[in-house]
């Protein structure tokens, strides 16, 4: 039988393996292998997923380098100018009456402070096809000038009390068309700390931080999904009823 690992990337990634005529991954390896393990313990690296899904490879930052310690100075000034606008009267962030909302301003804002920065590139990272989308790790890509190196950058706002709880907030996909890990490249989730006060009305935007991926360790949750209209497809209904219909 295949690793587990290289089996549910196979599985993920079967679209593209059928374009390839490539046979696809024995569902009757896969679903017993998950019957007899408990995936939510699956300790994986992340630079070991990123490698087996998109052959690219996660590399460490080295804060003692002269060109990375200048790309980190660069984002750190770009993350001060956006909390304090965040934290300004009215800001969008503030008023945001979702976490993600809030996300989305630190998105966009980092986005344009790096994009206007000397010796950077920042735009929204691509997928594999070309497109732009919001969905999907990672949402920004940054490429140094001087020395082309491309930094992947995730920001993410929290809870500040909820800085060491054990609740999934980071997630990875594999996919090949709607990928966005096109490079070798340093990863990094800025993390951006907030305070809600007056019941969740008024919200505060305390600290940030940057985090190398390059020493993450992800779990696999494991679960078989359908959508409204894979269920309710032509030809499936065998009886209905109601007023509605």
């Not at 994009?115 to 096809?129: R, S, V």
């Not at 929290?158 to 709607?178: I, L, V």
């Not at 006060?197 to 991926?213: C, V, Y």
Request: aromatic fraction near 6%.
């Amino acid at each position: 039988m295949r690793s587990p690992l290289r089996l549910l990337l196979a599985l993920v990634l079967l679209p593209a393996a059928a374009a390839e005529e490539k046979p696809p991954p024995s569902v009757a390896d896969l679903v017993p292998w998950l019957l007899r393990n408990d995936t939510h313990a699956l300790d994986l690296p992340f630079v070991a997923v990123v490698r087996a899904a998109t052959g690219r490879r996660v590399l460490p930052v080295e804060a003692g380098d002269p060109a990375d310690a200048a790309v980190l100075a660069k984002v750190g000034l770009a993350c001060e100018r956006a909390l304090a606008e965040a934290n300004e009267p009215g800001s969008d962030a503030a008023r945001a009456k979702r976490v993600n909302e809030s996300s989305r301003f630190f998105e966009d804002r980092l986005g344009a402070l790096l994009a206007a920065t000397d010796g950077l590139e920042c735009t929204a990272a691509p997928n594999a096809l070309g497109e732009t989308q919001r969905s999907g790790y990672p949402d920004l890509r940054l490429v140094d000038k001087a020395t082309g190196r491309v930094w992947y950058l995730d920001p993410k706002v929290f809870a500040a009390e909820s800085r060491a709880s054990s609740f999934r907030t980071f997630y990875y996909e594999p996919r090949t068309t709607s990928g966005k890990i096109l490079d070798d490249a340093r990863h990094l989730v800025v993390g951006i700390a907030h305070v809600d006060s007056a019941g969740g009305k008024k919200r505060r935007f305390t600290s940030w931080e940057l985090i190398d991926l390059s020493g993450l360790r992800v779990r696999l949750k494991a679960e078989f999904q359908a959508s409204n209209r894979d269920v309710y497809r032509p030809g499936a209904t065998l009886k209905s009823g109601g007023p509605g219909r």
